[in-house]
């Protein structure tokens, strides 16, 4: 049995207590003879100098506690963040996220990485808020991985001059850095361009699913095959789109919004026709399919073969848009002060301005009933959902 002297006293302290008891220890550890690679010396740095969670702090100085013989690698890093301007959440966010980072070597590691980032238009507190988000980027190699990366990126993103649009990406999804760009970029994106997504659609592709381009290339291209077997051909502007769906719904999911459509008596190739009409469509929940289908079908009186040939109504806010314009049109009807009566669909595609001045506005005498009738119904909704 290990005597007492031969654990780690450390193990005796329940650590979610440590603020209670850390007068006591602290008195205790300063009257211990000290050693270059002491575990208490980087536990202690951990929860005092970055308010690491007890926890975690022990889980990172047991990791790295061995590599660590004095505390001056993690101070010279903090003190490098804090002349790069980081406020203090940015830097204990960066290292929380990846510890390992506090003992890289300042001048041949970090000091490059954030230098290349720099040069692409990132400073100050927005270099802060990009490292404390996506710290992750600094264990990856500047020249097999970050720099050829992020040329290919910038090359689909032609306009951006500023690289405005390329950091809106990479801050939610760093890790398209990750990997050496000949694993997986470029063979997917060669894939992708094969199938005639190019120019603007490739670079709208890249900022709505940015996972589509690092997965596996063979997964890649069945979800291609899968998108083309549901109808959309290769050369159409449509198919980007159907990956776009395709890549972020389960089959289940897909199958869950046909058995929907079915309860309303579509069958499963009218269906299919309005997902290629309106690829989206899959895409919305199922409460706002169900309210817009009962409020077309049933109160407005479409008939199926109007929402086939238009599904991109229901994805229309019904409470915000829809029903509006359809109470305004039903006083106008009924007053008879329209010449000739537009297609609802038509009236729905208007813009709110274009609506208020056409449908409104020109009405003088009318305008106040309309505008209660536009209005009113959008004040009744939203007082619903405030109450309790």
Known sequence: MKSLNSLPILHYI????????????????????????SN?????????????????????????????????????????????????????????????????????????????????????????????????????????????CTRILRKIFVNDNNNEELFRVLRKCGWLLSKHPDLRLLSNIAYLESCGIVG?????????????????????RRLGSRVSDLGFSFDSRMFVHGLQTVSGLSEETFSKKLELFRSFEFTKEEYMRMFRRAP???????????SGLNFFLNKAEFGKEMLIR?????????EERVIPRYEVLQILKLKRLLKKEPSFINVLNFSEEEFLEKFVGRFRDDV???????????????????EP
């Open 40 to 148: 208490f010396s980087l536990l202690n740095f951990l929860i005092e100098t970055l308010n690491f969670p007890p926890k975690k702090a022990q889980s990172v100085s047991t990791l790295f506690s061995s590599r660590v013989k004095s505390p001056e690698k993690p101070q010279s890093v903090l003190r490098y963040f804090q002349n790069l301007g980081f406020s203090e959440s940015h830097i204990q966010s960066s290292v929380r996220g990846t510890p390992q980072i506090l003992f890289s070597n300042v001048d041949k590691t970090l000091k490059p990485k954030i230098e290349f980032f720099q040069e692409l238009g990132l400073v100050s507190s927005d270099l802060g808020k990009f490292i404390s988000r996506n710290s992750i980027i600094l264990t990856y190699s500047l020249r097999k991985t970050l720099i050829p």
């Open 368 to 386: 106040e009933e309309l505008l209660v009738a536009y209005k009113g119904h959008l004040l009744e909704s939203s007082s619903k959902e405030e």
């Open 14 to 37: 329940n650590l979610t207590s440590y603020a209670k008891v850390k007068p006591i220890f602290s008195l205790f550890f300063s009257s211990l003879p000290r050693t270059q690679n």
């Open 200 to 220: 603007s659609q490739l670079s709208m592709l890249l900022k709505r699913q940015p996972r589509i381009f690092i997965m596996e290339e063979s997964k890649l």
């Open 310 to 318: 238009a599904p991109w109504c229901l994805m229309l806010s019904i």
């Open 280 to 290: 989206v469509l899959p895409r919305v929940s199922e409460k706002k399919l169900k």
